[in-house]
């Protein structure tokens, strides 16, 4: 059975910071690309930031470019994203994503991040 478990979400001040940790169970983890997405209430699940399976090249969405970083571990079976500089609009549950086009997807429960002073 396939898990992604994340974790390390929380309440955080404007300008703080966060790491989210994804771990993986039950896939061969190295062979799948990594993203994180992120929903806030009320609008649309977006895309926040993707991974390559080697870890080679990485992506993200303007409004985080310069303040998140992704990164994963094959030998750990983990994706993480370092948040920085974390702003009011980065309020979300934000889920991880291990995709292939060939295996297909699976997601993660979701982990709540509130930035507030």
């Known amino acids: 059975q396939v898990q992604l478990v994340e974790s390390g979400g929380g309440l955080v001040q404007p300008g703080g910071s966060l790491r989210l940790s994804c771990a993986s169970s039950?896939?061969?983890?190295?062979?799948?690309?990594m993203r994180w997405y992120r929903q806030a209430p009320g609008k649309e699940r977006e895309l926040v930031a993707e991974?390559?399976?080697?870890?080679?090249?990485?992506n993200y969405a303007d409004s985080v470019k310069g303040r998140f970083t992704i990164s994963r571990d094959n030998r750990e079976n983990s994706a993480y994203l370092q948040m920085n500089s974390l702003k009011p609009e980065d309020t979300a549950i934000y889920y991880c994503?291990?995709?292939?086009?060939?295996?297909?997807?699976?997601w993660g429960q979701g982990t709540q991040v509130t930035v507030s002073s």
């Open positions: 994503n291990a995709y292939d086009d060939f295996m297909g997807e699976y």
């Open positions: 991974i390559t399976t080697t870890g080679t090249t990485s």
């Open positions: 039950g896939l061969t983890f190295s062979w799948y690309n």
